[in-house]
């Protein structure tokens, strides 16, 4: 089964870190592009960062660039999400997604598998 598997949520300070880790179990990262999203209590979800190693592209939405690092470690077949100073608008439930087209870009409906989030909380 083809299955995205996030972890590192948690509770931080404003201005304080966290690293989100995604796991690809049965599916390899050079076949897909990797995404991540969130979605806060009562907003759409929007689209944070995306990675393609095959392509070679990487991209941030405007709200976390600067503050978040995308990368991946092929040989743990994992993509991390380093998330530097936090702030209390970057709470929400934090998904990953696969997609098989390679296409690094933020919209969810390309995105053929989805891990069950992990929750992210900012505040103080």
């Known amino acids: 089964q083809l299955q995205p598997v996030e972890s590192g949520g948690g509770l931080v300070q404003p201005g304080g870190s966290l690293r989100l880790s995604c796991a690809a179990s049965?599916?390899?990262?050079?076949?897909?592009?990797i995404g991540w999203f969130r979605q806060a209590p009562g907003k759409e979800r929007e689209g944070v960062s995306c990675i393609s190693t095959s392509v070679g592209n990487i991209y941030y939405a405007d709200s976390v660039k600067g503050r978040f690092t995308i990368s991946t470690d092929t040989a743990k077949n994992t993509v991390y999400l380093q998330m530097n100073s936090l702030k209390p608008e970057d709470t929400g439930v934090y998904y990953c997604a696969g997609s098989g087209s390679r296409l690094c870009v933020l919209y969810g409906a390309i995105y053929d598998y989805w891990g069950q989030g992990t929750q992210v909380t900012v505040s103080s």
């Open positions: 049965g599916f390899t990262l050079d076949d897909y592009a």
